[in-house]
């Protein structure tokens, strides 16, 4: 009996230990054992304290209910900002000058029209532009003549089977698309083609020259006036006159050039912005220079000839040359591409994407080339009337960026180099002293360049005397006068030369490689021949080639007195044996 009784008694304190333990919640005032001590109850939390002699449960403090934790969230994409952009070194604009003073007059003295100075690099800009229109209109007048008509009907030419209206609808959306990208979307081409019943079809031959430097627009000037007086000239910023493509090495074809200001009867101002394409209608590139002319007034980067490659000083110096790898006004076979300096002066560049520097000591600036963005994209610097340093930024080493410079000096004639660039970009770290200012590269990334510029007047650059003016604008003055001239094959590795010119004594023809001038294939040496026509018969050439023929007219005999260049590119894929 007293074993079983021992049995529940464990079994009960088993119960009471293995069961939870409810106190009953402390009610406030009522008696408690401890000072301090604390009871926690629905939520509240008593403390024993001491009221007078005795010890009671206060009022009780509510508690804090935990804050669940919070979920995770998903991981965010940090946006990388362009910090060369944002550089706190860079010069804020209240330090530079005001961007009037780098918008430097044109001193050229060979750009007066009447009388008045055209300003084709500089500012302000003649009316007859588009300049800061965010659209132009031109016109394209297709021309047809006995022995090269323009052609809706299919031909074969080599392997492809066109007409010359196929080649030119293939070709206005890659114009447009051009002026479209050259811009950054800030200017639009609107092209118009005139409708095939009014297509100009001339009753005679071709009268155009396809050798440069010959002025194909007082044949035009002809033409319109015999064949064409009651044409409306309205409503386009400029005309595009174009014969068919024809064959390769047809009389008057690869002749390209640009009028600005052509006069005809029937305008509202007497005169017409207009370019001339005799073949070569398929080159965008060539499209986008002459109307660099026509609706922009631009000059003609590339030199006229060698001989006045010397005229641009001791500025032409071995890093610095006419800018034929970055702009197509220099050369318009490389692809597309412009000088910061002319979209200035297109209007396609906004004040604030273009700083200007006169006397300021030192400054840091940051440029980019991105046209997503209106950061500034070009660096003036004013070094005299009419004379800008500049800098810009094009593609260095990698994916990073380079820094440009180069030197617009409206002193110096069209054709003898206005425009002189570096031929290679400043990269991270190298520095360049330039006519009295040094620039540093600090940093650069794939957007742009942080670079310094600070002002040392070592070989500060002091302008010319200006030269006095010539009302005959672009045209070397020379009595030799040539009329017309083309340069044809006529059979096997051979060709010939057909010039008529006068004043001239005595000449030298030689043909060259396109690009490496000192391969010579044909040379007559100095002939004393004054005819008129001059017909020069050109041997021993090689097939599949282009050449660059270069005839060289004189004013006395033996190759002496003064000198006329004519160069041409028309001989090109002569048929092999």
Known sequence: MQRKSHLALAIVVLLSLSSPVYAAAPKPGTACKKVGQTSTSAGIKYTCVKSGKKLVWNKGVALKKAEPAPAPSPETKVEIKNLLASDPRITLISGLTALDTCKTEDKTPDQHY????????????????????????????????????????????????????????????????????LSAGRFELVIDVL?????????????????????????ISDVINKHKSSFKFDDYDTFAFITGNGMPGQSGLGSAQASFGLKVKNSKTGTINAILLAGGITNTTLWVHELGHSLFS???????????????????????????????????????????????????????????????????????????????????????????????????????????LYLINTYVGHGEGPILTQNSVLTKGQSKSMLGWQFTVIDSNDDGVLFEAIKTDIDKFVPPPPKPADNNPGQPTSPIRVTRGDIVPTGSLQGRATWNVTGHESYRLYVTDVVDFQKVYFETGYVNDSRNPLVIDIKGLVCKKEFRTMTEFFTEKNG?????????????????P
Not at 199 to 208: G, Y
Not at 560 to 576: A, H, N, Y
Request: glycine share 8%; with cysteine.
């Open 114 to 181: 009447g009388g008045v100075l055209k300003h084709r690099n500089g500012f302000p800009r003649p009316s007859e532009t588009v300049y800061g229109k965010k659209l132009g209109k031109m016109l394209i007048i297709p021309m047809g003549f006995n022995d090269l008509p323009f052609r809706f009907e299919k031909i074969q030419r080599g392997q492809v089977f066109s007409s010359d209206l196929d080649l030119l609808n293939e070709t206005i959306p890659y114009i447009k698309e051009s002026f479209q990208k």
């Open 195 to 219: 409708p095939q019943s009014e297509w100009w079809a001339i009753d005679a031959d071709n009268p155009l020259s396809g050798v440069w430097g010959v002025d194909n627009f007082s044949t």
């Open 298 to 404: 631009f000059e003609d980067l590339y030199l006229f000839s060698e001989a006045q490659s010397q005229t641009s000083g001791t500025l032409r110096k071995s890093d610095m040359d006419v800018p034929n790898k970055w702009d197509l006004m220099a050369n318009s076979s490389r692809g597309l591409g412009l000088l910061e300096w002319n979209r200035l002066l297109m209007g396609w560049l906004y004040e604030n994407e273009v700083r200007c520097l006169s006397d300021q000591k030192s400054s840091t600036h940051y440029l980019t080339d991105a046209d997503t963005t209106t950061d500034p994209k070009l660096l003036t610097i004013n070094l005299a009337p009419g004379v800008t340093l500049a800098a810009e930024v094009r593609p260095g080493s990698g994916s990073e960026k380079g820094l440009l």
């Open 560 to 576: 002496k007195g003064e000198r006329l260049v004519m160069p041409s590119f028309q001989l090109r894929d002569l048929p092999c």
